[in-house]
């Protein structure tokens, strides 16, 4: 895939994945529509700037990998594939639909460009430390990106897996922490507080920065050069908004659950217009 993508197209691409987030949401009468649209700036920019990812190239041992340890936010990346050509959008359709393809969780090897099975938090990292450590071992360029939930951070599996790559100086792995600041029932910081983020990064041994999570620009800037510092693994603190993109949806935790609505789900569109 080319990565000379304009930060305008890329949020023009951020829109398209976050319209088919909310029509997914209301087919599949699911939840976590919030949760997904929180991670979309994310996505496109590591599709379409950074990540050395094509649908012709993903499975080779050079090639980068990706891993969203918050398999709850599914519907964005299923989305993502899809701009991305890894999938024909149609595919789409069968988001929870029985015998689908695509369920509410990513399934490893159910469609091009998913690699393994996640969504029981806590585990995506250490999924990718091995695979990290084993690009290593072999001498293999690719590089592994893991996003995580600030909530998720609450997993002591998480750290367990950060200080092991901070030992092994892991400057292959990549953390980006969708941190919009809500889990299950509540906010973060009155559940579990996980913050200061950045600072507990550091302390593990990763070098470790803070962004706008929906700023394309400074997501791209800070992605530019992988790994922020030599033998060190590298950590992107993203400040993310809960429902990002649609104005009754943003920081609601309600969204972290509700179905919208095929009322609201026009309302949604309207607000997510394509240039």
Known sequence: MSHQHSIAEIQNTAVKIRR?????AFKGKTSHVGSALSCVDLL??????VMNISPKNWQEADTDRFILSKGHGSMAWYATLAEAGFINPSVLDEYCVDGGRLGEHPDGG????????TGSLGHGLSIGLGLALAKKMKQESARI??????????EGSVWEAAMYAAHRKLDNLVVLVDNNKMQAMGR????NAVEPLAKKWE????????????????ISEALKE????KGKPSALIAHTVL????????DDVLWHYQIPSQEQVGLALKELKVS
């Open 20 to 24: 088919h987030v909310v029509q997914m």
């Open 44 to 49: 496109a920019v590591l599709y379409f700037k």
């Open 110 to 117: 159910s469609v091009p460009g998913i690699l393994v099975t």
């Open 145 to 154: 990106f893991v996003v995580l939930s600030d909530g998720e951070c609450n």
């Open 188 to 191: 973060t910081s009155t559940i």
């Open 203 to 218: 302390a593990f041994g990763w070098n470790a920065k803070e962004i706008d999570g929906h700023d394309i620009s400074q």
């Open 226 to 229: 992988i790994p922020f510092e």
């Open 243 to 250: 429902g990002k993109g649609v104005s009754f949806m943003q």
